[in-house]
């Protein structure tokens, strides 16, 4: 089952590095000011999310 953005915004602001969480939903809050879809929002934050969690764990 796909998850919804509301839960992936949730798992970036519990990513170990609070800085990097803070930087991902600062973009994130920028592709929602630019009109970015949902769908490409979620898939973008979970990228990035796995990308962070690869380096910092």
């Known amino acids: 089952m796909p998850e919804k ?11 170990s590095n609070p800085e990097n969480a803070d930087l ?8 929602k ?9 979620n898939n973008d934050l979970k990228a990035i999310a796995s990308y962070s969690s690869f380096f910092w764990e």
């Open 24 to 31: 991902v939903l600062k973009f994130y809050e920028f592709m």
């Open 33 to 41: 000011y630019n009109g970015v879809s949902e769908r490409h929002q």
């Open 5 to 15: 953005l509301f839960t992936t915004v949730n798992k970036v602001k519990s990513l």
